[in-house]
């Protein structure tokens, strides 16, 4: 048996982390978003256009968030996608 890095949410639907190297991914995971959130602001306050700096913000956020929940596909419990049971 594999091991799991993501269990199922017991409500709900997503994840959490079940194992260091669970908690490792998430770790650097926000990490990259508060790296994106720094780029951002530096780039606006350097006089780059609104429109595009917003973006590149949410295509990178887009980016980095679809990779958390690959990894937590490919290393986790199979989600449940069931509300309030």
Known sequence: MTKVWFKARRYGWGWTPASVEGW????VLVLLL???TVIFIRAVQAGT???????????ATA???????AIAFATGEPP?????K
């Open 24 to 27: 490792i991914v998430t770790l």
């Open 34 to 36: 508060l790296a994106s």
């Open 49 to 59: 256009e609104p429109r595009l700096a917003t973006l590149l913000f949410l295509v």
């Open 63 to 69: 980016l980095i968030s679809s990779v958390a929940v």
């Open 80 to 84: 449940r996608w069931r509300w309030g």
